[in-house]
């Protein structure tokens, strides 16, 4: 069974830096698209940044300059560098991903979710 498990959530200061991981276990043939999405309350899961398995990147306009995507492909790992945090960002934040069975079939999975709280 495939899990995407997300960590380095927290507590921190606005204008404060924080990074996310989330890493893929199981049985895993390829990932192709990997990303980040945040839910805060009362409001709509959206989508923050998302790279794929050429390095292409695509970010929200609320978080371009601010945040970045990478991914280590060795390690099924994708990460979210966050800088210059702002209160508005404080959400559950959940990773995504995109697998690819040997035959070419697409599963989709997301993570738990783990909270960010951008607060003084």
């Known amino acids: 069974q495939v899990q995407l498990v997300e960590s380095g959530g927290g507590l921190v200061q606005p204008g404060g830096s924080l990074t996310l991981s989330c890493a893929a276990s199981?049985?895993?043939?390829?990932?192709?698209?990997m990303g980040w999405y945040r839910q805060a309350p009362v409001k709509q899961r959206e989508l923050v940044a998302t790279?794929?398995?050429?390095?292409?990147?695509n970010y929200a306009d609320s978080v371009k300059g601010r945040f970045t995507i990478s991914r280590d492909n060795a390690k099924n790992t994708v990460y979210l560098q966050m800088n210059s945090l702002k209160p508005q960002d404080t959400a559950v934040y959940y990773c995504?991903?995109?697998?690819?069975?040997?035959?070419?079939?697409?599963?989709?999975?997301w993570g738990q979710g783990t909270q960010v709280t951008v607060s003084s």
């Open positions: 995504n991903a995109d697998l690819i069975r040997r035959s070419g079939y697409r599963l989709n999975y």
């Open positions: 199981g049985t895993i043939f390829s990932i192709d698209v």
């Open positions: 790279a794929n398995s050429g390095g292409s990147t």
